[in-house]
T-cell receptor, first 117, second 117 residues
């Protein structure tokens, strides 16, 4: 079974630009969530989508947005980029409950590393 | 949101048992505690999950006291390949058949575990 796929893996943008990142979840997983990882702030939750609807949102400004398509693929967009947006953006898809976990297990992609100059 | 606190770093030697504690004083009644492991240039991966008391799987044990305000991940007989960052995650609702919501997730800052020969 293929894992979570994120594209692009690396990208460089300048301040003020916008960026769109893509995430393809594991087949059959309907929930996709996004995270920002930086050395100073650690791993921070951005938002979660299920059935094309945003179910939860972390404490990020409105410049950060996302969406999910009917095939569960998801995209996140960051507008008006700032230097502080430089980070590794991770996407995860969630499995159903199993013997290992009552809440479903998060399967992470390798991330998209964004550098803002 | 439940705030979590973990030690920033820990050192150990091969063959030793390692215990990493996470504090989550304002954990909610329906929050689960999950631990993830992350290697450089990879997304985190699931280790273990618990709600209360003790859980054990093939790689780790998780101890949760009755008040659930902390949890301890125990790694028996660590090896060099266990050198990684370990995250405590609090949140998550029961993943029912619809899997509608995982809830707002709070990752700790992560504990950098270094295993020495």
């Amino acid at each position: 079974k293929a894992g979570v796929t994120q594209t692009p893996r690396y990208l460089i943008k300048t301040r003020g630009q916008q960026v769109t990142l893509s995430c393809s979840p594991i087949s059959g997983h309907r929930s996709v969530s996004w995270y920002q990882q930086t050395p100073g702030q650690g791993l921070q939750f951005l938002f979660e989508y299920f059935s094309e609807t945003q179910r939860n949102k972390g404490n990020f400004p409105g410049r950060f947005s996302g969406r999910q398509f009917s095939n569960s693929r998801s995209e996140m967009n960051v507008s008006t980029l700032e230097l502080g947006d430089s980070a590794l953006y991770l996407c995860a898809s969630r499995s159903r409950a199993s013997g290992r976990t009552n809440t479903g297990e998060l399967f992470f992609g390798e991330g998209s590393r964004l550098t803002v100059l | 949101l439940a705030k979590t606190t973990q030690p920033i770093s820990m050192d150990s030697y091969e063959g030793q048992e390692v215990n990493i504690t996470c504090s989550h004083n304002n954990i909610a009644t329906n929050d689960y505690i999950t631990w993830y492991q992350q290697f450089p240039s990879q997304g985190p991966r699931f280790i273990i999950q618990g709600y209360k008391t003790k859980v054990t799987n093939e790689v780790a044990s998780l101890f949760i006291p009755a008040d659930r305000k902390s949890s301890t991940l125990s790694l028996p007989r660590v090896s060099l390949s266990d050198t990684a960052v370990y995250y405590c995650l609090v949140g998550g609702h029961l993943a029912n058949a619809g899997g509608t919501s995982y809830g707002k997730l709070t990752f700790g800052q992560g504990t950098i575990l270094t295993v020495h020969p």
